[in-house]
């Protein structure tokens, strides 16, 4: 004879009590556990765009040409210095330094000085020793992607008066030398001369140092979703608003998408920006961050 063992009913009792306690508990348990791997993921990566996108725009605005900054609505535009608080601003943008040509390698491909006293410099000729401009030629091809060169380039004297009016912002372009921006072209076989391309250098003053500018950049927002509330933001550059060329003249790849808020103020000289981001796997999530640009 074989005896052959099974569950009490005592024993089948408990294994069905224990697994209602794990089918109750265990799947909130394992949700729990998900949605807190889901938030943490969503916060990481809000983090890291967050931050990526912030770091992006105050390297830029950080070599900006400080008087030149402006904001804009639909219909007009404002130096950053005199926001409007009734205003929905969309876009900040100013004119940049070219400092990529002014690091170089081993030495500026520009100065940023000129020869006040040089015998060769008159109204139609600027003397900036140590500058070559067929290196700035070269860099502003390269990172304009052949589009500009060094002819559709400007000048801004660190010192002269400056007006926020006088950059080109109104889409008109810049027909003499009386304004802060100077449109310059180069002289044939001569490495650190600069020619005005549009009237000439009489009356005007012309101060010791300079930056050089190629283009302004702008961040605008763009693609605004109403349901979600969101919107991309896009980084444009390579145009000339002494040219009479808007943004949307330029070239523009996005920083970052799912913004719910972008804002900036300012006091003086120092900008202070704001991003705010959202996350379509929680809707009811946002991440702010901001940073001081000096």
Aim: net charge negative.
């Amino acid at each position: 004879m074989k005896l052959k063992s099974a569950f009490t009913m005592i024993e089948i009792i408990f294994v069905i009590l224990i697994m209602g306690i794990l089918g109750t508990f265990g799947v909130e348990f394992l949700f729990q556990a998900y949605s807190s791997f889901i938030f943490t993921k969503v916060n990481n990566n809000l983090q890291s765009d967050s931050t990526s996108a912030l770091e992006f725009i105050a390297s830029r605005l950080q070599y900006r040409i400080k008087d030149s900054v402006i904001a804009r609505d639909s219909n007009s535009f404002d130096s950053i210095r005199n926001l409007h608080i009734n205003k929905e601003y969309t876009v900040l943008e100013w004119v940049a330094t070219d400092i990529d040509g002014y690091r170089a390698t081993t030495s500026p491909n520009w100065s940023g000085i000129i020869d006040l006293n040089h015998p060769d410099a008159d109204k139609n000729t600027l003397i900036s020793p140590k500058t070559d401009t067929n290196k700035i030629n070269q860099l502003i091809n390269i990172l304009s992607y052949k589009n500009s060169d060094v002819n559709d380039s400007a000048l801004y004297f660190i010192g002269s008066h400056s007006d926020i009016n006088a950059y080109g912002w109104d889409g008109v372009a810049i027909t003499d030398q009386s304004k802060v921006m100077h449109p310059i072209q180069t002289i044939n076989g001569s490495l650190n001369k600069f020619a005005p391309r549009v009237g000439d250098f009489s009356g005007v003053d012309v101060y010791e140092y300079f930056k050089l500018s190629w283009t302004a950049n702008a961040i605008v927002i763009e693609n605004y979703n109403v349901e979600d509330k969101t919107f991309d933001l896009e980084y444009y550059f390579d145009y000339q608003p002494w040219n009479g060329e808007g943004f949307l003249d330029g070239k523009h790849f996005t920083i970052m998408q799912n913004l719910s808020s972008f804002r900036f103020t300012s006091l003086e000289s120092i900008i202070k920006i704001q991003i705010c981001a959202k996350t379509l796997v929680q809707k009811e999530y946002s991440l702010c961050k901001e940073k001081t640009v000096f």
